[in-house]
């Protein structure tokens, strides 16, 4: 049986983002409810009538397990009248005798109670019922509230002091255990650190930085980002703070307190090395790796599951957390995009924005540009740091560390030569330690372009020069040849060269010009040649996941990204028969067609090795087609896609085909399969929501099939393109797209596509407001359907989700007339009459239809086609809910529906199918359903979060749709709207502005029913 607490505390004190503890409560809150304790806050009492509030805090309080209170600065609204004389009328309530009658000494004080609080009755309702009392103030809670702490003294209650909401927490924990022992332990966890191994060979300086740092942590802001081109010294920063401010100290603040609950680190690096001012550079990093190992450390029981950056934001914010997430420029949109900045990955963006929102500890960030998803979040949610280079003074001091000899204006020169950047610093003092015994005149040896120092954007170069010296020096001063071929290896890689790779490589026949040094070499000498390298700071060595004992090798980018083009430039045989014997190995080592997303990452990679090979065919049919996709066809095939959802893995392989990203394929490939390339691309892309990017490749590939009379081929590329346009908002074009589709259909072989792609025109008729013309396209498109799939007699999927949408179109206006008050029960208005005969036909047709899907299900179905049917169930019987109770909603019988059972199942099968559209589909009508069930701020927090999905595309239409659903329930009558901030006109006036400027007229009767309601006042009664 689940324990009763009550959490006592203003949220202006101990909840809301600009409080003094932001977020405490609701940390404290969910920890607790994981121990399955029933937990209730003040709030949660708000009643229709206020003269029953302090009854309602009874009714609870008496039967709680305990009752926290916590006091500040700020002791709450004073009780209203009636609300305070109903309950000391209420003889039942009080048990029979007055109010706090065992306390004469504090009944006297307390006169009528009229001086009291909310906050306040609830720690004397606590005693009067005899509840156990927890009580915790602040250090200046005695200045704003020394009645109210008297006169708990004078009933024998004393409260506790704690010096920060970290301490605070373990406090109240511990305390609550002694009661309830059940309430598991909070005991601090440090998660082994993925990045502190890369702190500066010698780290200097930065002391007003750190000082920054530790002032972040301080004022617990909710994320930071450390901004500075690669090698300045970042992640050394980082490490060093990390350093002093935690582990010297024994992870405890000045009093002995633990100084944080939870730390977790994790670096991106790993993620792939392209250069962000590469404009070739195919930036598709994948993450699933940090969300498995994080929600994992956080305790989340199926990491697998979807939702994974919504989901991890929740389990960080249920303790004080310092997560650090180090080198995010793999996965952000390049500065030469439109989106610079930009998380490539959605999943990352949720994390970020919803730790932006509210979080209690800090989350520490570092990349090479801003991270654009934060930009319009300021304050104590997201602040920025930009981390220049060092000073001329620190520059010359690490110089001199180094045991760089020479005057004084040599070194300032030389520091001024490079630009200060610690980086290019530090490998120049290597260098000339190593090679010419620290002489710094002997730097002319180093070759640096002039125009390496003239922009930011190419600082990069700075060190590239840096490592072009290295190299010479490798290569012509007598020194160990092993060096050099170790370097190049792994420069051969996107990410750490695992021990069986490199095995791989060095074993077997030689590779002219790269293996001749390290062939067949003993292991134990492989061992110290990678120590060597590792004390020269030019690899970095990390422990295998599969053979003890021995490492995978890795190498800051910069490294990786030079070694790489001089073995491409030197010796292009060994750079490609070096990458075609990993295909080869990654190929011949994986099972043929293994499951699951990490089943399938050796054959990404053999994809990437096979195009670097020049092997581009092979890698395409014989990895990515037959091994991947598991085939084209029209059922079992596009595993990753659509049974995975492994968009971006598939796009990453896809970019490994191209010469500049998503504009040129290699011609290697016949036009047939630059084709292919380019759609893949392509509907990954629009997958990803990224559609601006998606339109080009799109538009080549249906060019390339037309070109080649690929007639079936032209049609699914039409109609894609046609449904990327749509969702861009441009709704003529798009109708313009899907008509040439089943035009290609047409002239095809494939019957299924002519079905299909009616389907297609009919949905951009529908959102073109041509409602007679759609219902028409959809009819031809479910006659040619029955023809070749008799067993299965109208549409199903995106296609028939769509059908239903139409089909439900007059249903879902009246439905919403009903929301917004407009039709009365019993309206006698011929009209109405009409109308709802109409819509409950309508419903008794779409139920029918729903029915056959769900008698139709089979083991084999995708999770975008179940979680679609399940949506599709939903709205039917959502819409024939309201529409049997017209204005009498009770919320009672919406939040127990099986509509809300259908859209958890919806949404979880859809976040899996990672189809951005049908997430928002599913996201407006789960809103929808919250708002009308007596949970409007979950309802509008969820539609924030759907217009963030769409802003990102952008995805105007699904916009228009957000807008228009938040005005109407805010303006409804049925929906509780106290404390949303929400502007009716601003929303309404956003809606009409995005439905004329798309001529998105499905949607202009809806929002001229609404303007009518709460503009103008109009209803139907």
């Known amino acids: 049986m689940s324990r009763r607490l009550f959490l006592s505390m203003g949220s ?74 109903a309950f000391l009328a209420n003889s039942t309530l009080l048990g029979g005798k007055e109010f706090l009658a065992d306390y004469p000494e504090l009944q006297k004080t307390l006169g009528d109670c009229s001086d009291l609080t909310y906050t306040q009755w609830e720690a004397f309702l606590s005693i009067h019922y005899s509840v156990p009392l927890f009580i915790y103030a602040t250090d200046d809670a005695g200045k704003t509230q020394p009645s109210h702490i008297e006169r708990l003294k004078s009933a024998g209650k004393h409260a506790e002091s704690f010096h920060s909401d970290v301490d605070l927490f373990g406090k109240l924990i511990g305390d609550l255990r002694s009661i309830l022992p059940e309430i598991p332990e909070l005991t601090q966890r440090i998660a082994v650190s993925k990045f502190l191994q890369h702190v500066a060979e010698v780290f200097l300086g930065r002391e007003a930085e750190l000082e920054f740092l530790d002032g972040a942590w301080d004022r617990r802001i909710n994320v930071l980002s450390l901004i500075a081109w690669g090698g300045v010294g970042k992640t050394s920063l980082i490490c060093q703070w990390i350093q002093r401010s935690f582990i010297d100290r024994d992870w405890k603040d000045d009093s002995g307190a633990p100084s944080l609950w939870r730390y977790f680190d994790w670096t991106f690096y790993d993620q792939g090395t392209g250069s962000l001012d590469d404009e070739s550079a195919n930036r598709t990093g994948n993450v699933g790796d940090f969300f498995e190992q994080a929600l994992t450390f956080f305790g989340d029981p199926d990491p697998k599951l979807p939702g994974k950056g919504t989901r991890l934001a929740e389990l960080v914010r249920q303790q004080h957390t310092l997560l650090i997430l180090d080198g995010m420029e793999p996965l952000q949109a390049p500065p030469n995009s439109n989106q610079a900045g930009q998380l490539l990955d959605p999943e990352l963006h949720n994390l970020l924005v919803a730790l932006a929102q509210q979080n209690p500890g800090l989350c520490l960030i570092s990349s090479r540009q801003h991270v654009r998803d934060l930009a319009g979040l300021r304050g104590r949610a997201a602040e920025i740091k930009d981390l220049e280079e060092l000073t001329t003074e620190t520059a010359i001091r690490l110089l001199r560390k180094m045991q760089i000899t020479g005057t004084e204006e040599e070194l300032q020169e030389a520091c001024k030569k490079f630009d200060c950047h610690a980086l290019s610093l530090t490998l120049l003092g290597r260098f000339l330690f190593d090679a010419h015994g620290g002489d710094i005149s002997r730097i002319d040896r180093v070759n640096l372009h002039k125009a390496d120092r003239l922009t ?56 002219a010009g790269l293996t001749e040094p390290i062939h067949n070499m003993d292991q134990d000498e492989w061992n110290v040649l990678l120590k060597r390298l590792e004390r020269s700071h030019l690899i970095r060595l990390r422990p295998s996941q599969t053979l003890s004992g021995q490492h995978d090798v890795d190498a800051h980018p910069l490294v990786r990204e030079y070694f790489a083009e001089q073995l491409r430039k030197e010796s292009s045989e060994a750079f490609q028969t070096a990458h075609g014997r990993l295909f080869d190995y990654l190929c011949e080592s994986t099972e043929h067609q293994p499951d699951g997303i990490d089943g399938l990452q050796p054959l990404y990679q053999a994809v990437m090795h096979g195009c670097l090979a020049q092997r581009h065919e092979e890698a395409l049919y014989g990895v990515y087609v037959e091994r991947i996709l598991r085939g084209t066809g029209h059922f079992g095939s596009y595993y990753s896609c659509y049974a995975l959802g492994a968009h971006g893995d598939d796009l990453r392989a896809m970019a490994s085909f191209f010469l500049s990203p998503w504009a040129s394929v290699d011609s290697t490939l016949d036009l047939e399969a630059q084709g292919f390339v380019f759609a893949e691309a392509a509907e990954r892309l629009r997958l990803l929501g990224r559609y601006q990017e998606a339109l080009d490749p799109f538009t080549i590939s249906e060019q390339i099939a037309v070109e080649t009379k690929c007639w079936d081929a032209a049609a699914v590329r039409a109609s894609n393109l046609g449904m990327c346009s749509l969702a861009l908002g441009r709704i003529p074009a798009a109708l313009e797209c899907v008509h040439h589709a089943v035009e290609y259909a047409d002239k095809g072989k494939d019957s299924f596509l002519r079905a ?124 024939s809910e309201i529409h049997r109770s017209v204005t009498s909603l009770p919320s009672r019988s919406i939040s127990d529906s099986q509509a809300v059972r259908d859209l958890e199942v919806a949404s979880r099968e859809l976040k899996k199918s990672g189809h951005i559209e049908a997430v928002l589909e599913c996201y407006i009508a789960t809103g929808m359903c919250q708002a009308l069930s007596g949970a409007p701020i979950s309802s ?62 499905r949607r202009m009767p809806e929002l001229l029913d609404a303007e009518a309601v709460l503009l103008h006042g109009e209803t139907d009664s």
């Open 756 to 879: 299909d792609f009616r389907a297609s025109v009919g949905h951009a008729q529908h959102m073109a407001g041509e409602f007679a013309e759609a219902i028409e396209s959809f009819r031809t498109a479910e006659t040619l359907h029955l023809a070749t799939q008799p067993s299965y007699p109208q549409l199903y999927s995106f296609q028939g989700y769509n059908y239903g949408k139409l089909l439900l179109a007059q249903a879902e206006r009246f439905v919403w007339r009903i929301i917004l008050g407009s039709i009365q029960r019993g309206s006698r208005d011929e009209s109405d009459q009409q109308l709802r005969g109409i819509v409950a036909a309508e419903l008794r047709e779409s139920a029918a239809r729903v029915a056959n899907l769900f008698r139709w299900r089979d083991s084999t179905d995708n999770p975008l086609t179940i979680g679609l049917d399940y949506l599709y169930r939903a709205l039917v019987n959502l819409y």
């Open 940 to 1001: 509008i927090a969820l539609l924030a979060e759907a217009e963030q999905i769409a802003t990102r595309g952008p995805m105007p239409l699904y916009l228009a749709d957000i807008h228009l659903t938040r005005a109407r329930l805010i303006g409804s009558p049925k929906v509780d709207v106290e404390g949303l901030n929400v502007d009716v006109r601003t929303e309404l006036a956003e809606a009409r502005r995005l439905i004329e400027k798309h001529k998105y007229n």
């Open 12 to 85: 202006d004190e101990f909840e809301k983002p600009d409080a003094r503890f932001p977020g405490f409560r609701s940390a404290m809150a969910a920890y607790l409810r994981r121990a399955d304790c029933a937990v209730k806050v003040q709030e949660e009492f708000r009643q229709a009538v206020e003269w029953d509030t302090v009854e309602k805090l009874a009714e609870y309080i008496q039967g709680c397990d305990a009752v926290v209170h916590l006091l500040g600065q700020q002791p709450g609204s004073i009780a209203s009248e009636s609300a305070r004389k």
């Open 456 to 511: 930011r954007p190419e600082r990069h170069r700075t060190a590239w020069g840096v490592l072009e010296a290295y190299d010479e020096w490798l290569q012509t001063h007598g020194s160990d040849p092993t060096l050099l071929a170790v370097l190049r290896l792994v420069g051969l890689f996107d990410r750490p060269g695992s021990v069986e790779c490199l095995r791989e490589l060095r074993s077997g026949d030689v590779i």
